[in-house]
């Protein structure tokens, strides 16, 4: 599993971005894949994830209704489209790969962060 995260930016409050990560690896393995994020002085935090399948999706109440992720089996991406950004979403975002069931995301594998800055 490679993962290749790309999409962030500087955006204005109530602005949109769309993140993508790529498992360039594609060893054909069936892991759910998602994204986590980190602010200045803060924890790494759960943002979204979605089974290996596209089936199941998980968001974090703070993005619920304003990202939506999904995902493109064949080509082993994930997306995060990022609408109604707020200044309190800028962090880096982390792709993650691993085992998604019942709400929760186990990450086994990480992508490199991608920054998103939202400006008031």
């Known amino acids: 599993v490679q993962l290749q995260a790309s999409g962030g930016g500087l955006v204005q409050a109530g602005g949109s971005l769309r993140l993508s990560c790529v498992d360039a690896g594609r060893t054909g393995s069936r892991h759910g894949m998602g994204w986590f994020r980190q602010a200045p002085g803060k924890e790494r935090e759960f943002v979204a994830a979605?089974?290996?399948?596209?089936?199941?999706?998980y968001y974090a109440d703070s993005v619920k209704g304003r990202f939506t992720i999904s995902k493109e089996g064949a080509k082993s991406t994930v997306y995060l489209q990022m609408n109604s950004l707020k200044p309190e979403d800028t962090a880096v975002y982390y792709c993650?790969?691993?085992?998604?069931?019942?709400?929760?995301?186990?990450?086994?594998?990480w992508g490199q962060g991608t920054q998103v800055t939202v400006s008031s």
């Open positions: 979605i089974t290996w399948n596209g089936g199941f999706v």
């Open positions: 993650a790969a691993g085992a998604v069931s019942r709400g929760t995301f186990d990450p086994g594998y």
